[in-house]
């Protein structure tokens, strides 16, 4: 059992306790550490992909400013008045303007090329017999539109954005390479096509520049698959893509053209959390409404969460060097309190032992220096209340033997008094005999009685008859005020129910006339609203919807208040049931005014039987008479024998009760005699054991 208090003292001891108290804030930090570490990556995970999509996003839309400025080249040369003339055959005739149009032209080409970044190549494609127009050689070459066209109208329909043109590639000898897509447009007369192909490495270029962390892989993917790929690889760091493969196109995560949503629009843009090449990346696409290209982006999570993982790493850090410090100043701490803690229960147990000369000491200014002098001033004390109780264990002593002599004085006096209650006995006993005289001469008196008892018995039957009409008065009388009792409190209630319809009614009908008021004003600015709405047209919907909403609610008002009305209607058939209810007392008081007159009579009738009754007890008084003069002699007899005997019983139990409760007491003196000498020896024996 000691062993048990003893690992319960040590598992509930000061140090434990402090040691906990430091970790709780340590346990604290480790968790608000994480829950930072948890946030700060999500945020930072969102605020990079929402970034990210920004960026994807307005390089789409810079994008289709390219293929509009490319677009708008196109149809510069397709809708040319003069090329149309040339494009028909229609400057067969003069080779001089012809020379000149088609050298005017082809510098304009190039200049359209040099200027555009974007624009590897432009081809005017014409129709048999009229050479072609292109930037990519001064070769004549006679024109093929209608093998190009039959090529390219897949479907029936040329596209004006294109992957391809194998055609024009196989007639020019033409690398594919060269270009990455092209816009293609026939011209007003449709006898000829200009197309104009996008450079790759432009588009190589601008994709690079779009820096969105190391380790990530930016791709231009055509319509129908064509890839132009950036890796932004660190200096130490290799590239995951395989050569030939595709890196976007037809990977499961790459969305296929057409998607819609749940509301049947297309999706253009979005992002998921997919895995590459054995590694977590963020992809984000987004497609180009123009060309049907698509510039997506694949980002490792571990960069966008970088940031964060530094936060973690500083924040254990932290952690484990608060642990260390707290370890540090709890133990120390400890490490003091048992110290003095020791000290001061080592002279505690010498003061238990009985020495109250020891001084209890504490190392260090906090509060164990208090404690201690708490602890000094406590014995001394002790000790000053340890010499007065030597004091008074002598004065004690010496009244114990005092109670003790009176005891004995008082046993005395009790044994008297006993003798006293002996005598008084004795004068009991001719007292007895002389009432038994008595009893004789009360014979003679009560033979003379029974010729009373009969009168008395006619008295009686007459006395009953009449208990028994004034118990059915009091009965009708009870009844009567029963009945006014409920009159009364019926009529109150009717005048509190009356009273607080009146006043429901009139609040009600104060709300219905602030409901109906806000009603109309509801429906009023409900009214402005929709005109502001109207005027603000687009921007005012939502503000329209509000004020429709405003609409509702004064209509739901108005018909809250009709409801009110209803309620109002429903209290004014309350006050009728009012109204019934005061009849109903009008009723009650009535039956009162008829139970009152059977009262009366009820009375009445006592009063004739009450009459009776006196001539009856006028007989009784003269027969009562006869037998007053004997009985008179022997109740004065008896009546002094029996105070005498009274007082002498009652006196002698006063005494024997006083003699009783005297031997009582002063057995119960002498045990606190006895048990006050036992406890005098008892403290004497503990005193001694204190050394002062």
């Known amino acids: 059992m000691a062993g048990k208090k003893t690992k319960e003292h040590m598992v509930f001891s000061i140090r434990n306790k402090i040691i906990l108290c430091f970790f709780v804030p340590i346990i604290f930090m480790v968790v608000i550490g994480i829950s930072a570490y948890q946030k700060s990556a999500e945020g930072m995970n969102e605020k990079f992909r929402v970034s990210t999509e920004q960026t994807i996003k307005m390089a789409t839309e810079y994008v289709d400013m390219v293929a509009s400025f490319i677009e708008a080249e196109g149809v510069k040369y397709a809708f040319d008045n003069e090329l149309s003339s040339y494009f028909i055959g229609m400057l067969e005739s003069d080779n001089l303007k012809k020379a000149s149009l088609v050298e005017t032209t082809r510098k304009s080409l190039s200049?359209?090329?040099l200027t555009n970044d974007f624009i590897s190549n432009i081809h005017i494609v014409t129709r048999a017999g009229v050479n072609m127009l292109t930037t990519y050689n001064d070769e004549r070459s006679d024109g093929f539109l209608a093998e190009y066209r039959e090529a390219m109208a897949?479907?029936?329909?040329?596209?004006?954005?294109?992957?391809?043109?194998?055609?024009?590639?196989?007639?020019?000898?033409l690398r594919q390479s060269s270009y990455i897509m092209s816009y293609q447009i026939l011209s007003q007369t449709k006898s000829a096509c200009v197309v104009v192909d996008i450079d790759p490495g432009a588009i190589r270029e601008f994709i690079g520049d779009l820096d969105l962390g190391e380790g990530s892989i930016v791709g231009f993917v055509t319509k129908n698959g064509r890839e132009v790929i950036s890796e932004n690889l660190g200096e130490e760091s290799g590239s995951v893509l395989t050569e030939g493969e595709p890196v976007f196109y037809g990977k499961p995560f790459f969305p296929q053209p057409g998607q819609v949503d749940e509301q049947g629009t297309e999706i253009l843009d979005g992002n998921e959390q997919v895995n590459f090449a054995g590694r977590e990346y963020q992809f984000i696409y987004s497609r180009s409404e123009r060309t049907g290209a698509v510039i997506c982006v694949l980002v490792p999570m571990d960069v966008i969460t970088g940031q964060a993982?530094?936060?973690?790493?500083?924040?254990?850090?932290?952690?484990?060097?608060?642990?260390i410090i707290a370890l540090l100043v709890g133990f120390l701490i400890v490490f003091s309190i048992q110290n003095n803690m020791k000290r001061i229960s080592r002279k505690f147990g010498e003061v238990a032992k009985g020495d109250l000369t020891v001084q209890v000491t504490a190392k260090g200014k906090d509060e164990f220096r208090g404690l201690a002098a708490s602890a000094n001033n406590m014995i001394v004390n002790t000790k000053n209340l340890v010499n007065k109780v030597t004091g008074a264990t002598k004065q004690l002593e010496s009244s114990?033997?005092?109670v003790n002599e009176v005891s004995g004085v008082i046993s005395d006096y009790s044994m008297d008094i006993t003798q006293a209650i002996d005598e008084i006995n004795e004068g009991m006993s001719r007292q007895s005999e002389h009432a038994q005289e008595c009893v004789a001469k009360t014979d003679v008196l009560s033979s003379e009685i029974q010729e009373v008892s009969h009168v008395v018995e006619e008295v009686e039957?007459?006395?009953d008859e009449t208990e028994v009409m004034i118990n059915r008065g009091m009965e009708i009388v009870q009844l009567l005020g029963d009945r006014a009792r409920e009159t009364t409190s019926i009529t109150k209630k009717v005048g509190e129910s009356i009273n607080s319809l009146r006043r429901e009614s009139e609040i009600i009908n104060t709300f219905v006339g602030t409901i109906t008021e806000i009603s109309e004003q509801t429906n009023l600015?409900?009214?402005?609203a929709s005109i502001e709405a109207a005027r603000a047209g687009d921007a005012g919907r939502g503000f329209a919807v509000v004020a429709e909403e405003i609409r509702k609610l004064a209509d739901d008002s108005a018909k809250a208040a009709g409801e009110i009305r209803n309620n109002v209607d429903h209290i004014t058939g309350q006050t009728l049931n009012s109204v019934e209810s005061a009849q109903a007392a009008e009723n009650m008081v009535a039956a009162q005014t008829e139970a009152v007159e059977q009262v009366v009579d009820v009375f009445l009738r006592m009063q004739k039987q009450m009459s009776t009754l006196v001539e009856g007890l006028k007989a009784i008084v003269d027969s009562t008479e006869k037998a007053d003069h004997e009985r008179r002699s022997t109740v004065d007899a008896v009546r002094n024998i029996s105070d005498i005997i009274e007082e002498t019983a009652n006196s002698a139990e006063v005494v024997r009760d006083v003699v009783n409760r005297l031997m009582e007491s002063v057995r119960n003196l002498n045990q606190t005699a006895d048990s006050l000498g036992q406890n005098m020896e008892e403290l004497k024996t503990e005193i001694s054991v204190f050394k002062i």
Do not use: Q, Y
């Open 111 to 113: 200049t359209s090329r």
């Open 154 to 173: 897949a479907g029936g329909r040329m596209e004006n954005w294109v992957d391809t043109h194998p055609v024009l590639d196989e007639a020019l000898s």
């Open 309 to 323: 993982e530094g936060i973690k790493t500083m924040t254990f850090s932290l952690v484990i060097l608060a642990c």
């Open 400 to 402: 114990s033997h005092d």
């Open 461 to 463: 039957r007459l006395v």
């Open 525 to 528: 600015l409900s009214l402005n």
